[in-house]
C-alpha cells in the first residue's frame, strides 16, 4: 500500500458525460500527479500539481482539467467523454516539487470505462 | 527529443535470471527509474540511478551508462510473481523535471 489513495475504483459512463476522479496523496506529500494509462499503452502525464499550484502540464486535453485543494487532495475532471476516454487513471504523489531524487508514489487508479 | 525504447515482451523460466534493458535520448537526464506494474495495478518503484554503475537491491539490480543512454534491469532467481511489467522512466530537466516514460516491458516467467 503506498498510501495515495483514489476513488472511485471503477466507473462506467456514457459519452458525452462529465466525471470527477478523486485524489489523496501520502501524507505529507505536496505534489500530485495524474496520469493517464490506455489498454496495453504506457503511462501518459496529464498534469502536475505542487502545493496548491499547477505545476507541469503534459498530455491533457482541453476536455480535462485538475486542480489541488488546500487539503492537497486532487480532483481531475473529464468531461464531454469520448470511447477513447476509457482507460485507467492513475495518481501519484511525491514529497515536494519533483527534485532528481524523488520518487512518485502511485495509487491504485480509478478504471473508466465509457458506452 | 526525448525518446525511451524497451523491449516489449520477455520471456524467462522460473529460477532463472533475466535483464530488461533500456534505451533514451533525452536533453536534460536527470535520474533513471524503474517501476514494476502487474496487469491492472499500480506501479511500483523498484530502483533509483543518476550515477553510472550498478544499484543492488536484494533480487534486483538496476545499471546505468549516461554516456551511452543505456539503462538494464537484472532479476535474479527468477520467481513467478515477478511476471509484471517492468517501466523504464528518466527524469528529465527541459521538460520541467517531469519523468518520461517508456512503454514498459512485459515479462513472462515459465516454470
Known amino acids: 500500500d503506498s498510501g495515495v489513495t483514489q476513488t472511485p475504483k471503477h466507473l462506467i459512463t456514457a459519452t458525452g458525460q462529465r466525471v470527477t476522479l478523486r485524489c489523496s496523496p501520502r501524507?505529507?506529500?505536496?505534489?500530485v500527479y495524474w496520469y493517464q494509462q490506455s489498454l496495453d499503452q504506457g503511462l501518459q502525464f496529464l498534469i502536475q500539481?505542487?502545493?496548491?499550484?499547477?505545476?507541469a502540464k503534459g498530455n491533457i486535453l482541453e476536455r480535462f482539467s485538475a486542480q489541488q485543494f488546500p487539503d492537497l487532495h486532487s480532483e481531475l475532471n473529464l468531461s464531454s467523454l469520448e470511447l477513447g476516454d476509457s482507460a485507467l487513471y492513475f495518481c501519484?504523489?511525491?514529497?515536494?516539487?519533483?527534485?532528481?531524487?524523488?520518487?512518485?508514489?502511485f495509487g491504485p487508479g480509478t478504471r473508466l470505462l465509457v458506452l | 527529443g526525448q525518446n525511451i525504447d524497451q523491449p516489449t515482451e520477455m520471456t524467462a523460466t522460473e529460477g532463472a535470471i533475466v535483464q530488461i534493458n533500456c534505451t533514451y535520448q533525452?536533453?536534460?537526464?536527470?535520474?533513471l527509474f524503474w517501476y514494476q506494474q502487474h496487469a491492472g495495478e499500480a506501479p511500483t518503484f523498484l530502483s533509483y540511478?543518476?550515477l553510472d554503475g550498478l544499484e543492488e537491491k536484494g533480487r534486483f539490480s538496476s545499471f546505468l551508462s549516461r554516456s551511452k543512454g543505456y539503462s538494464y534491469l537484472l532479476l535474479k532467481e527468477l520467481q513467478m510473481k515477478d511476471s509484471a511489467s517492468y517501466l523504464c522512466?528518466?527524469?528529465?530537466?527541459?521538460?520541467?523535471?517531469?519523468?518520461?516514460w517508456g512503454a514498459g516491458t512485459k515479462l513472462i516467467i515459465k516454470p
Open positions: 501519484a504523489s511525491s514529497a515536494t516539487s519533483g527534485g532528481s531524487q524523488e520518487t512518485q508514489y
Open positions: 522512466a528518466v527524469r528529465d530537466r527541459d521538460s520541467n523535471y517531469q519523468l518520461i
Open positions: 501524507s505529507g506529500d505536496l505534489s
Open positions: 500539481y505542487y502545493n496548491g499550484e499547477e505545476r
Open positions: 540511478n543518476v
Open positions: 533525452t536533453s536534460g537526464f536527470n535520474g
